[in-house]
């Protein structure tokens, strides 16, 4: 697992994400996001994309699978909301994910580059809050969060 801190999305070693109901955490209108995928560019470039176009996002975490972001739950940060890949090399279950980050107090939003509406359904099914592909314009990602 990566930590992420900061609009420039640079790593904050030593301390990992914590996933939660509050979305402020002490800073104003901050919204806190981890993100869980398993292509590194991808996730960096998550971290450059709200930096760039979402002010009041910050990336706290990224990992490669959900189980590793829940491990980390260490330090002061919190997210509200996780990005979850649609299919993870893992083999693990969308709607599994979204369960698991439910329970640990975020809002699952799926993103992928594939439109599969079988897996999408399961994942709504299970709470999650919607599907943004990464083709779209983008301010879309941040709309959604």
Do not use: W, Y
Request: aromatic fraction near 2%; proline fraction near 4%.
């Amino acid at each position: 697992m990566t930590s992420r801190t900061g609009p420039a999305g640079t790593d904050d070693a030593g301390r990992g994400g914590v996933m939660g109901p509050d979305t402020t955490g002490g800073d104003g209108d901050v919204i806190k996001v981890a993100a869980v995928d398993d292509h590194p560019v991808l996730l960096d470039g998550i971290a450059a994309h709200f930096a760039r176009h979402g002010p009041d996002i910050r990336l706290v975490a990224t990992a490669e699978d959900v189980g590793a972001l829940l491990d980390a739950q260490t330090g002061d940060d919190v997210a509200s909301v996780g990005l979850l890949g649609l299919r993870l090399r893992d083999g693990s279950d969308i709607a599994s994910n979204v369960r698991r980050l439910r329970a640990a107090g975020a809002r699952g939003l799926v993103f992928s580059g594939e439109q599969r509406p079988a897996l999408v359904r399961r994942a709504l099914d299970q709470g999650g809050r919607g599907l943004v592909l990464n083709e779209e314009q983008p301010g879309r990602r941040v709309q959604a969060i």
